[in-house]
């Protein structure tokens, strides 16, 4: 039970700031935070902007979400929103709320604020090599060089940005959202050098000699292969090196016909890149059924609405060449996609019972990592960089640190941010001479407590309703799906949010001394003290 002894909370006004917790003397308060803060990877206050915007107050929900994140219109957009997937909202029986959908919305509809440059601490006279500019190293060139060091970003490819540029289609992420956090980070003093890989360009022990310290967030680009007879013939691409020459204006001639095997994001990103440029007959096959494919549900409706075929649990078994150029696959049936440990294991029939023709066949099965020019032991099991799993320090180079897809495998945006910052941590205080492992719970050493309570007879507005999105027939490459809310649209959906966290007492040690209640920013706390001491 939380308690309300001396100090009263309107949950409609709060919005999980934490100042009064920050300014209590007496040690009284702790901030119970909402479900969404705590499954948010950057542990973002999601409840705190959406209140805001409840309130009407918007500006100052965009700078609530700026505190946390400076890719506002990045995330908004491509997110995985593990805070919804824990919204209370649903167990009032009407679906989550919108967090990542508001989040665009604040960062389109204030980008002065979403977008703006943090003040830079004093410069340390620390220089920093980040090697790679995908969401990882983005996030910690943002940090690192708001702390006041030098930074210098590496990245192999002619352009800065790493997957968000090249692997994600602008009908999902806009290249203009990249280039405007790339100019946001330049404008900060960061430096980025393209068009520079490890192994090539340069040496990782030349540049860990340069710089006081390296960061490796290089992610795990390398497309994975099928491993079977006839994946070497003409006509037969990988899924990221398609959608790279997607953004490149290079795409090949893929005929009439795509077959595209893999049932996650990437696969459906292909296929309905393929059926937007025109391409009339576009299949999926995976191993998995309908309801496990790995991709994003709203990105298989796409898919359907889109023409796109999909054939649930087939693995093929070999590509064959077939009449007029085209391309056989020959397809068995998957019983099983895991084992019982839960370990990716396909059991295919021993027999082939369906096969398919295509003009062209593209792979989008995953990625692994692929480091040339990294010393082999910087690697640990799986191959990927082996690092402190606490500080994302390199086991092979004290100077160096690795985060991202590199360290995990393949993994979302958001987490990759959260990486990248946790690493530019590390190599703060290890410029600064400091340890690396204390105060890394954020939770602990912020005081913060994960129970919470909700009312849901709070609950109040529509169900959760379908985003916003272009009419099918408009639907071109470049154009976004999804649609921003509009300013009344966003309010309604902010309105829907519980309110679950909140500050309150747990000591009892009141003192009636009211910086808590004077510093409250929108009002809404009171102390409950006697009126002849009021």
């Known amino acids: ?117 943090p003040k830079i601490k004093e410069n340390s006279g620390k220089t ?21 060091h030098n930074v210098t970003v590496f990245e192999a490819a002619s352009e800065p940005g790493g997957l968000l540029r090249w692997a994600i289609p602008s009908f999902r992420l806009p290249e203009r959202e990249v280039k405007q956090a790339i100019d946001m980070l330049e404008q900060m003093g960061i430096g980025f050098e393209t068009q520079k890989a490890l192994g090539m360009q340069m040496e990782l022990d030349d540049i860990a000699d340069r710089f006081d310290a390296v960061l490796l967030a290089f992610g795990a680009g390398a497309p994975l292969k099928l491993g079977i007879t006839g994946e070497d013939l003409e006509g037969i691409y990988q899924g990221l090196d398609l959608l790279k020459r997607s953004k490149q204006r290079d795409m090949p001639d893929l005929g009439r016909s795509v077959l595209v095997v893999g049932g996650g994001n990437c696969a459906v990103d292909v296929a309905l890149t393929c059926r937007k440029l025109g391409i009339p007959e576009v299949r999926m096959i995976c191993l998995e059924d309908r309801k496990d494919m790995p991709a994003f549900e709203t990105e298989l409706q796409e898919a359907q609405e889109e023409g796109v075929v999909i054939e649930n649990c087939w693995g093929p078994q070999r590509f064959i060449p077939a009449k007029d150029g085209r391309i056989g696959v020959e397809v068995a049936r998957c019983l099983s996609v895991f084992d019982d440990k839960g370990v990716f294991c396909p059991q295919l029939e021993d027999t082939c019972s369906l096969g398919f023709e295509a003009d062209s066949i593209v792979i989008a099965i995953g990625q692994k990592l692929a480091a040339d020019g990294v010393p082999a032991e910087y690697f640990g099991e799986g191959g990927l960089l082996a690092v402190d799993g606490l500080t994302f320090r390199s086991l092979a180079n004290r100077n160096v640190f690795c985060s991202g897809d590199a360290v995990t495998g393949s993994k979302s945006v958001v987490e990759a941010m959260a990486q990248g910052r946790e690493a530019a941590v590390s190599i703060d205080r290890f410029l600064y001479g400091e340890g690396l492992s204390w105060g890394r719970d954020f939770f602990a050493d912020n005081g913060f407590l994960e129970h919470y309570e909700v009312d849901l007879s ?65 009002d809404a706390l009171e102390v409950k003290m006697p009126y002849l001491v009021r």
């Open 128 to 148: 920093v090599a980040i090697v790679g500019s995908g969401p990882s190293g983005l996030m910690a060139a943002h940090d690192l060089r708001a702390y006041g």
């Open 1 to 117: 039970m939380i308690s309300d002894l001396n100090i009263y909370v309107n949950r409609d006004l709060c919005y999980a700031c934490g100042i009064c917790v920050d300014r209590c003397i007496l040690d009284n308060l702790r901030l119970h935070l909402a479900p969404c803060r705590t499954a948010c990877p950057l542990h973002m206050n999601c409840q705190g902007y959406v209140r805001l915007i409840a309130q009407g107050k918007e500006k100052e929900a965009a700078a609530e979400m700026r505190k946390y994140l400076p890719f506002g219109g990045i995330l908004g957009r491509v997110c995985h929103h593990p805070c919804e997937g824990v919204c209370e909202r649903t167990r009032a029986g009407d679906g989550a709320v919108h967090i990542r959908a508001l989040k665009r919305y604040l960062a389109d509809a204030f980008p002065e604020i979403a977008g703006s440059p």
């Open 458 to 522: 709070r609950a109040k507005g529509p169900a959760r309703g379908e985003l916003p999105r272009c009419p099918v027939k408009e639907r071109t490459v470049d154009r976004e799906v999804e649609r921003v809310f509009t300013a009344q649209d966003a309010r309604k959906e902010a309105e829907r949010c519980l309110s679950c966290g909140r500050a309150a007492e747990v000591n009892q040690s009141c003192w009636f001394c009211l910086p808590c209640e004077i510093e409250c920013p929108v």
